[in-house]
């Protein structure tokens, strides 16, 4: 069993950065594809971007390309979201997610195993 939890939400005006951390227990941190989604209220949960646990080779959403970054540290079993240039419309509950299985840079929900508890990303402009 793993459990994610999450930090590093908050709220910050259009321009900024913010970066959120996922900080995962077990010892097969190495093993697992981590990603990134979010959801805005009254809309489904979206893909962000994903990093593959052999090669750290990422995936993201165009909507965040160029602008946020995937970044894994293993020894601290921890994963990070670096979102910079945030606009107003990446206002959401941002998840963290792992996958324990064989596919190499997933991005649908459902291919996910674990999932963090969610944390707030509020942009004002």
């Known amino acids: 069993q793993v459990q994610l939890v999450e930090s590093g939400g908050g709220l910050v005006q259009a321009g900024g950065s913010l970066r959120l951390s996922c900080a995962a227990s077990?010892?097969?941190?190495?093993?697992?594809?981590m990603g990134w989604f979010r959801q805005a209220p009254g809309k489904e949960r979206e893909f962000v971007g994903t990093?593959?646990?052999?090669?750290?080779?990422?995936l993201y959403a165009d909507s965040v390309k160029g602008r946020f970054t995937i970044s894994r540290d293993n020894a601290k079993n921890t994963a990070y979201l670096q979102m910079n240039s945030l606009k107003p419309e990446d206002t959401a509950v941002y998840y963290c997610?792992?996958?324990?299985?064989?596919?190499?840079?997933?991005?649908?929900?459902?291919?996910?195993?674990?999932w963090g508890q969610g944390a707030q990303v509020t942009v004002s402009s």
């Open positions: 990093s593959a646990w052999s090669d750290r080779k990422t």
């Open positions: 997610a792992a996958h324990s299985g064989s596919i190499y840079l997933p991005y649908r929900p459902s291919e996910y195993d674990y």
């Open positions: 077990g010892r097969t941190f190495r093993t697992y594809a």
